[in-house]
């Protein structure tokens, strides 16, 4: 299991590394190009923002990394129980996916940042004067890349977002065009929970393999195209993946070994040469600035393969 060590390793560099996006944005300055009103226009409808919001509410962890990573976190005044990135948030018991609509007005914000819109949360908060953003999951880089960019023109960080949106692309086009030969016919098995449940291509994840061009084994096994199939371990090992990426880690506490004591999955081709990567459940369930580590945690996989 020496490989898989090394992969592991190599993991905390990266993330090292990539505190650097959150570093070029954490001044808090006022951009002097943003200019208010200012309209956003999401899928839940236009949203226009008057001026610069000092009371910001976050109830979705990928969009409290991203305000940070922009410079605005001074403007945050708290985030949800989920938001656990970058160390320095301030954390509360306010839950996205079970909203307070009292708590959350408790705090005054002039404006609430939503991944989930659920119990009518939106439009409670609206009848009560407060402005909400509801970005919701994503289906794609270029959408991830919208939700940032809208962030920063709705907090006074437009210039920020832009720079932070074209570091993304720019570190992620590399790390693809490095990655693709090495990728070659190699699949891939992503594991969400250890009862097999993965992600297919048709989703933002599924999308980070297709871009590598690795093949995932789940794809042919979603007869219902739900994007999130329960796979059995026999389609697994009779797969036998050259590279396991385990979501799992931290929620179930899986690792190389587990893995390896698994009946029959000795006989798979990434437990037999250590081509496991335990990556942080949050890195691999958001869709903002992190984006990057995840592709560089596949990379140096790719690279010892």
């Known amino acids: 299991m020496l490989r898989t060590s090394l992969i592991v390793a190599s993991l905390v ?63 945050v005044i708290a985030v949800d129980d989920q938001s656990d990135y970058p160390k320095n948030v301030p954390t509360t018991t ?49 959408g991830a890349y919208q939700q940032i960019r809208q962030l920063g023109l709705v907090t006074g960080h437009e210039t920020e977002a832009n720079r932070l949106v074209r570091g993304m692309k720019t570190a992620i086009g590399r790390i693809v ?43 042919a096994a979603d007869s219902g195209g739900i994007g999130y199939p329960q796979l059995s371990a026999e389609y697994i090992v009779a797969q036998s993946p050259d590279l396991i990426v385990l979501a799992d880690t931290v929620c179930c506490g899986q690792k190389a070994s587990t893995v390896a004591q698994r009946p029959g999955w000795d006989r798979i081709k990434a437990v037999r040469t250590g081509s496991i990567v335990r990556i942080h459940d949050s890195i691999a369930s958001r869709w903002g600035p992190r984006l990057v580590n995840f592709f560089q945690a596949l990379s140096l996989a790719l690279a010892r393969l």
């Not at 996205?96 to 940042?113: H, K, M």
């Not at 699949?187 to 933002?204: A, G, I, M, N, Q």
């Open 13 to 75: 560099a990266v993330l090292v590394s990539t505190l650097a996006i959150f570093v070029a944005g954490a001044s808090g300055a006022w951009s002097a190009s943003s200019a208010f009103p200012v309209t956003i226009t999401t899928p839940s409808g236009k949203v226009t923002i008057g001026k610069r919001p000092t009371r910001i509410i976050s109830l979705s962890p990928t969009a409290t990394e991203t305000l940070f990573a922009i410079g605005a976190g001074r403007q």
């Open 177 to 219: 065009d490095g990655a693709k030969s090495k990728a070659g016919s190699l699949s891939v098995y992503h594991e969400l929970t250890p009862d097999f449940y993965s992600v297919t291509s048709k989703t933002f994840v599924g999308k980070v393999y297709a871009a590598l061009g690795l093949r995932n084994v789940a794809d």
């Open 94 to 142: 306010l839950s996205g996916f079970t909203p307070n609509v009292e708590a959350i007005a408790g705090y005054r914000p002039d404006l609430v940042v939503i991944a989930y819109d659920t119990k009518g949360l939106s439009g409670a908060l609206r009848r009560l004067g407060i402005k909400v953003i509801h970005h919701d999951g994503v289906l794609g880089f270029p």
